[in-house]
């Protein structure tokens, strides 16, 4: 007997356009919102109904950075029938296969991140869906093309959205040369937003209302959708290309350090960095959280080190790697710790929050130097590429250990890479240019500025005139 399921969804504006398209690249660009993914996930899933045994995947740039966005839209608006009657399941992978999702009719959909890419590279597709492509280098999108050669479809495609960011970027010049297809959403795409007549949905409102309330070039990108560059940056040499970087091992040896700022509403930052030994910085690790206190920060700082994914890329040491010699070797309540202690924690000067976190951390902390000016000029230093041609601060692209949904939701940075294209010089009315960054958005932004300050200003000498 044949089973039938229903499932509807009705695409919108070019929403409706993608699934006729045939282009071999095609990217759907637009602002926050818009109905972008839930498209390209219709247009997969269909895909993969019509067409037994066709392989499509799903991609970001870091595999974990899914399991909050796609997948999410995945498992609950768009395979829930089909999961549900066991048409479609869940395989959840091995040492040989990417975690997948098997339909009955023999067409598969792999998950996975190009962090990854060994797992994912080694397989043919015929249809791949990157999520958010601004975050790939355009060496692993084109890498991506290499692998759409299944032929179980009449086309292959690679497809992919974004929202937009600086009109340098090189996926908005690939579009300019006709490359790749690309097709511009809008709000009004997307049903949950705007009814049939126009007009705004309950939720659109909410929804619409947050976008307009943001500023400068999140507004541009996110609420209007134009490729805009970001209007002051202050570390205008960041550049996401070149300092984020994949995640790897570190070495046991390299100096460990962490940064706090305090915050509750706004966000609570602690970041963990390694410095190798020709002094470059490495975030390889951080909390990005609102609405939760100190002593709960507190555990998930001590519980970092032990985490099953942290003991895959730095396995723990064994007793004997201790070379025991009755040094205690434990974290405060009993934890082991699996990576070097930090040589200091370096705090904002929030004396309750310090209190909290040394009682609490087991730890003492030390009162960050917080001169802007030179802080924010040693920071644009390190920034720059050294005398070897490579910058002395860099960001692991997984390193937010978990992301905050209402910031993501508010579209507000939720780590430190986001931060360190929101600082922005506060240039308003009366002000002279350039004179001190703006209080909004900073928080991770600070955190860089309190390590790099800590290493690379030194105190100098006072000098008392009789």
Request: a neutral charge; proline letters at 5%.
């Amino acid at each position: 007997m044949t089973q039938t399921l229903t499932h509807s969804y009705t695409p919108r504006g070019v929403l409706k356009d993608l699934f006729s398209c045939r282009a071999g690249e095609v990217l759907v660009a637009g602002p926050a919102g818009t109905g972008k993914s839930m498209a390209c996930l219709q247009k997969l899933h269909m895909a993969a109904l019509v067409n037994p045994g066709m392989r499509g995947l799903i991609v970001r740039k870091t595999l974990a950075s899914l399991g909050s966005t796609a997948l999410v839209t995945w498992r609950t608006r768009v395979v829930a029938e089909a999961l549900a009657s066991g048409m479609v399941q869940f395989y959840g992978g091995s040492p040989q296969e990417s975690p997948q999702y098997r339909y009955a009719n023999g067409s598969v959909i792999v998950v996975g991140g190009m962090d990854k890419a060994i797992r994912i590279m080694s397989s043919e597709y015929d249809l791949v869906y990157v999520q958010e492509a601004t975050e790939l280098l355009e060496d692993d999108w084109e890498s991506l093309t290499t692998r759409l050669r299944h032929g179980k479809m009449t086309f292959q495609q690679l497809m992919a959205d974004c929202n937009p960011a600086q009109p340098t970027h090189w996926l908005k010049a690939r579009g300019d040369k006709g490359v790749t297809t690309v097709l511009e959403s809008r709000h009004e795409d997307n049903p949950t937003l705007y009814a049939d007549d126009g007009s705004l949905t309950d939720v659109g409102a909410s929804y619409i209302g947050k976008l307009d309330a943001l500023t400068g070039v999140r507004y541009l990108r996110l609420r209007k959708g134009v490729w805009a560059a970001a209007d002051g940056m202050v570390f205008e040499e960041y550049d996401p290309f070149v300092h984020l970087v994949d995640r790897f091992r570190i070495p046991d040896d390299w100096t460990r350090w962490w940064t706090v700022d305090f915050g509750y509403v706004h966000p609570f930052v602690a970041q963990q960095w390694a410095e190798d030994p020709d002094g470059r910085l490495y975030l390889y690790r951080e909390i990005y959280r609102t609405k939760r206190t100190v002593d709960q920060h507190c555990v998930d700082l001590l519980s970092f080190g032990d985490t099953k994914e942290m003991r895959k890329v730095n396995p723990p040491p064994t007793r004997r790697d201790y070379k025991y010699t009755g040094e205690k070797k434990y974290a405060w309540q009993g934890r082991l710790w699996n990576e070097p202690k930090p040589r200091a924690i370096i705090c904002d000067h929030d004396a309750e929050g310090r209190a909290v976190l040394e009682r609490e951390l087991g730890m003492s902390t030390v009162a960050a130097k917080k001169t802007v000016t030179d802080g924010i000029q040693a920071v644009q230093a390190r920034l720059r590429p050294a005398g070897d041609g490579k910058p002395r601060i860099f960001i692991m692209r997984d390193a937010v250990a978990q992301v905050d949904e209402e910031l993501a939701d508010a579209k507000k940075p939720t780590c430190t890479a986001d931060s360190m294209l929101s600082y922005v010089w506060d240039t308003g009315i009366g002000k002279r240019p350039k004179e001190l960054p703006l209080k909004i958005d900073d928080d991770g932004a600070d955190c860089v500025r309190y390590i790099v300050a800590h290493l690379d200003l030194k105190s100098r000498a006072r000098i008392r005139w009789l």
